[in-house]
């Protein structure tokens, strides 16, 4: 079975600031793709960034990056130049390369951006 | 424009009661997904189904039933079962073919029992 850890259960960070969000996972699979989403206030879901195990290079989107390390199971979101409206709920969620499987996700880290 | 609609938007129902919660899809997804969130908690998976006419449980499934007779819908029902007074229900679709295809949410459904 895999698992998704996230060590933080609140930040906060000051407006223009950059902040990083933890996440790590378990998996014996090779193949697999990780995802950032969003929770803001109004609770719609929103899918911030992707990552595919096999690319080694990091994805970004915009203000959001991410750092993949494989060996170490670590997939942690840096966003840069926070803004107000990044407060929100952060989930990390897992899926392995599998047809048919189901994403896991963590348990999430709540940012608050003040500022 | 395609998206998923759930309904209703808030669900109030004394204890005892069944209730049933709509999904509806026009993205043309294969799987489908039901999650519930408790307060300042994140999602646990309740049922999900991959093609029409076959769902799966999921880590939460006592106390909630699915079906699957159209591909874009998958109605959930919460029996009086279930002893979880208030939650959060979010419904999720994606395309099966490839599994860089994130899942695409509903606005949810919460559910308070009076």
């Known amino acids: 079975a895999q698992t998704v850890t996230q060590s933080q259960p609140e930040m906060s960070v000051q407006e223009a600031e950059t902040v990083t969000l933890s996440c790590t996972y378990d998996t014996s699979e090779n193949n697999y793709y990780l995802f950032w989403y969003k929770q803001p206030p109004s609770r719609q879901m929103i899918l911030v960034i992707r990552q595919e195990a096999y690319k080694q290079q990091n994805a970004t989107e915009n203000r959001f990056s991410v750092n993949f390390q494989k060996a170490a199971k670590s997939f942690s979101l840096k966003i840069s130049d926070s803004q107000l409206g990044d407060t929100a709920m952060y989930f990390c969620?897992?899926?392995?390369?599998?047809?048919?499987?189901?994403?896991?996700f963590g348990e999430g880290t709540q940012l608050t951006v003040n500022p | 424009d395609g998206g998923i609609t759930q309904s209703p938007k808030y669900l109030f129902r004394k204890e005892g009661q069944n209730v049933t919660l709509s999904c509806e899809q026009n993205?043309?997804?294969?799987?489908m997904y039901w999650y519930r969130q408790d307060p300042g908690q994140g999602l646990r998976l309740i049922y999900y189904?991959?093609?029409?006419?076959?769902?799966q449980k999921g880590d939460i499934a006592e106390g909630y039933s699915v079906s699957r007779e159209k591909k874009e819908s998958f109605p959930l029902t919460v029996t009086s079962a279930q002893k979880n007074p208030t939650a959060f229900y979010l419904c999720?679709?994606?395309?099966?073919?490839?599994?860089?295809?994130?899942?695409?949410f509903g606005n949810g459904t919460r559910r308070t029992v009076t």
């Open positions: 999720a679709s994606r395309l099966d073919r490839g599994i860089n295809s994130p899942l695409h």
């Open positions: 189904s991959q093609i029409v006419n076959d769902f």
């Open positions: 969620a897992f899926i392995p390369g599998t047809s048919g499987s189901r994403l896991t």
């Open positions: 993205l043309n997804h294969d799987a």
